[in-house]
């Protein structure tokens, strides 16, 4: 049984950092595809950014400001974000698949069928 537990959401002030946390289990985080995503209210959920076992993507909106990384020995998966933005209020989510070609390209939710309950990132001016 597959479970992904997210940690270290919370309020922050523009400018601020937090790094998000992904327990799994049922996986291995070094082999699956794995990503983070994120959807604020009335919107749809935005892929953030992917952890292959061979490399990692950003989107545009976050690249040079949120780093994807992993700890094998712990097997969790990380989002160190820093410089927030009021644009990043949303909730995170961690998701994982099975890794194959396709998790080279950028995949959106879809892609993904193991999902974890969300943690609340808050930003404020």
């Known amino acids: 049984q597959v479970q992904l537990v997210e940690s270290g959401g919370g309020s922050v002030q523009a400018g601020g950092s937090l790094r998000l946390s992904c327990a799994a289990s049922?996986?291995?985080?070094?082999?699956?595809?794995m990503g983070w995503f994120r959807q604020a209210p009335g919107k749809e959920r935005e892929r953030v950014a992917i952890s292959s076992p061979l490399s990692w993507t950003y989107a545009d909106s976050v690249k040079g400001r949120f780093t994807i990384s992993r700890d094998n020995a712990k097997n969790t998966l990380y989002l160190q974000m820093n410089s927030l933005k009021l644009e990043d209020t949303a909730t995170y989510y961690c998701?994982?698949?099975?890794?194959?070609?396709?998790?080279?390209?950028?995949?959106?939710?879809?892609?993904?069928?193991?999902w974890g309950q969300g943690t609340q990132v808050t930003v404020s001016s």
């Open positions: 049922g996986v291995t985080v070094s082999s699956t595809c």
């Open positions: 998701a994982a698949r099975e890794s194959d070609w396709r998790c080279y390209t950028a995949p959106n939710s879809n892609y993904f069928n193991y």
